[in-house]
T-cell receptor, first 114, second 117 residues
Framework: DSGVTQTPKHLITATGQRVTLRCSPRSGDLSVYWYQQSLDQGLQFLIQYYNGEERAKGNILERFSAQQFPDLHSELNLSSLELGDSALYFC?????????????FGPGTRLLVL | AQSVAQPEDQVNVAEGNPLTVKCTYSVSGNPYLFWYVQYPNRGLQFLLKYITGDNLVKGSYGFEAEFNKSQTSFHLKKPSALVSDSALYFCAVRDPGDQTGANNLFFGTGTRLTVIP
């Protein structure tokens, strides 16, 4: 158990809908990352937050957004969902987001868009 | 830009035999390299990383990896495979010299390891 928690574990929704994925980092970690794992794209970095502020942005679609709250938990919002958004979404955390730090991953949220 | 390649989609090895999962990388400077393992319906678990220093890095569950700068490789190894090692293994690279601000892990496509009893 990495100490990173994600809810829900599974999510089934329809095209055009909006969902929110939640992540709680390890105790003491200030930086949160979001990744998408899909069969065709593999594991891709979406976005990183550090202490409430966006730090880095990867291949995140404009329909997707995220934020990190004062208690350091993070939410990833996916809107206008398409079939291709079906994937496993991982959250990871590290202490300060430094390049040498290990990122610890949560168990993921499996999203299925029908 | 950084990238990482795992040339084998699938590796099969007999229980008790040594195993190797291959990884090569491309970065502009000195890389930071990581190995993660993913068991079915689980998240990624950190195995080991190379930042600097000794080229041979020891990690969790008896795994080790050797950083080879001339071959730009970071192969994962274990002297004696267990059936419980069967999983999906990911190599990842981080380029500390990346000025884009992305500053994140770039993952390979993964190698599925099957240890045959």
């Amino acid at each position: 158990d990495s100490g990173v928690t994600q809810t829900p574990k599974h999510l089934i929704t329809a095209t055009g809908q909006r969902v929110t994925l939640r992540c709680s980092p390890r105790s003491g970690d200030l930086s949160v990352y979001w990744y998408q794992q899909s069969l065709d794209q593999g594991l891709q970095f979406l976005i990183q937050y550090y202490n409430g502020e966006e730090r880095a942005k990867g291949n995140i679609l404009e329909r997707f957004s995220a934020q990190q709250f004062p208690d350091l938990h993070s939410e990833l919002n996916l809107s206008s969902l398409e079939l291709g958004d079906s994937a496993l979404y991982f959250c990871a955390s590290s202490v300060t987001g430094g390049v040498q730090e290990t990122q610890y991953f949560g168990p993921g949220t499996r999203l299925l868009v029908l | 830009a950084q990238s990482v390649a795992q040339p084998e989609d699938q590796v099969n090895v007999a229980e008790g035999n040594p195993l190797t999962v291959k990884c090569t990388y491309s970065v502009s400077g000195n890389p930071y390299l990581f190995w993660y393992v993913q068991y079915p319906n689980r998240g990624l678990q950190f195995l080991l990383k190379y930042i600097t220093g000794d080229n041979l890095v020891k990690g969790s569950y008896g795994f080790e990896a050797e950083f080879n700068k001339s071959q730009t490789s970071f192969h994962l190894k274990k002297p004696s495979a267990l059936v419980s090692d069967s999983a999906l293994y990911f190599c990842a690279v981080r380029d500390p010299g990346d000025q884009t601000g992305a500053n994140n892990l770039f993952f390979g496509t993964g190698t599925r390891l099957t240890v045959i009893p």
